[in-house]
């Protein structure tokens, strides 16, 4: 009799066991696999960022590519933010499209040439830490600053300014 | 009796047994998942870095400015660029090569940009195949 209700014990502890041990085994899967899912997340969000800010710049500039239309200036002598300017004459009139980035945002604003304007007119159209631009020798450089500190580095190579030489 | 108090313990092994197998496909598939994750955000770094190149041979003019330019090696008529795993140039995680290739029409250079990771044996994270014409400016 005791040694009857000692082997039913018995397997009432493995049963026990075994389902603790189910138990963790599931618990352990689903945390790789969210773990592993917002390590995807985060990959796919952070490229994303990367890719825009210097994609959106690239699209910009490839636009408005015309003679001496391209230029990396300061937003205005009271604000010295590095600003890439895009000139472009609209019936007659002269238009400015300023790039920059002010209060944590990669910002655009399209005005007359004359126009008075403040950084903080600008649109925000990405979130972003700093842009740093140079352009020398017909060869533009924006370093794009994302929130997390990153830094992704466009080159472009204007395409007007030059001619072919013959073959 | 005895056979029939171990019977929730063979429903209990059999479960566990049944779902580590489904476990061992999940895992596999996080794994897979996480390769190409990583796979896919080095050849989207890769992309730029070759863009970067190509503009800049395209403002050189020729191979050699564009080096001097982007400080790679030259190695034979291979120009290298190393980088490291964040894409800091100086290391030795990514590998770029622009190389000369043949171009049938008179005025137009040919090269090819590579990207390679060092660490994988398999294709290269991007290849790209590019022309330019020579250029001098209106200034």
């Not at chain 1, 210097?54 to 009271?78: C, N, W």
């Not at chain 2, 989207?44 to 190149?53: G, I, S, T």
């Not at chain 2, 330019?69 to 770029?96: E, I, K, N, Q």
Request: aromatic share 6%; hydrophobic share 45%.
């Amino acid at each position: 009799m005791t040694a009857k209700l000692s082997t039913r014990k018995g397997a009432g502890w493995a049963v026990v066991l075994a389902f603790v041990f189910f138990a963790l085994s599931a618990l352990a899967v689903l945390l790789l696999g969210a773990r592993s899912y917002r390590a995807l997340v985060a990959r796919d969000e952070d490229a994303f960022s990367r890719r825009s800010a210097v994609q959106y710049i690239a699209a910009k500039v490839r636009h408005g590519d015309m003679l001496h239309a391209v230029t990396v200036e300061e937003f205005s002598p009271q604000h010295p933010i590095p600003t890439l300017l895009l000139r472009e004459t609209i019936e007659g009139e002269p238009y400015l499209t300023r790039i920059y980035c002010y209060d944590g945002a990669l910002r655009e604003l399209f005005t007359w040439a004359g126009e008075e304007v403040a950084p903080q007119d600008g649109q925000a159209v990405l979130e972003a830490a700093g842009l740093a631009l140079s352009l020398e020798d017909n060869l533009l450089t924006c370093a794009v600053t994302d929130p997390t500190g990153q830094v992704s580095t466009l080159t472009l190579s204007l395409r007007t300014g030059g001619e072919v030489t013959a073959p | 009796m005895k056979s029939r108090s171990l019977l929730p313990l063979m429903e209990q092994l059999i479960m566990t047994l049944v779902f580590l197998l489904a476990a061992a496909l999940c895992v596999r598939a996080f794994v897979t998942a996480d390769l190409i994750s990583r796979r896919s955000a080095a050849r989207d770094r890769a992309l730029l870095e070759a863009q970067n190149a190509i503009e800049t041979v395209r403002a050189s003019g020729d191979l050699s400015s564009a080096a001097k330019t982007l400080r790679a090696a030259p190695s034979g008529d291979t120009f290298t660029l190393l980088y490291t795993t964040d894409w800091v140039p100086g290391g030795d995680r990514y590998c770029l090569q622009i190389s000369p290739e043949n171009s049938p029409i008179p005025g137009l250079s040919r090269a090819r940009v590579q990207v390679l990771d060092l660490t994988a044996q398999d294709d290269p994270l991007v290849t790209v195949s590019f022309s330019w014409q020579e250029v001098k400016s209106l200034e």
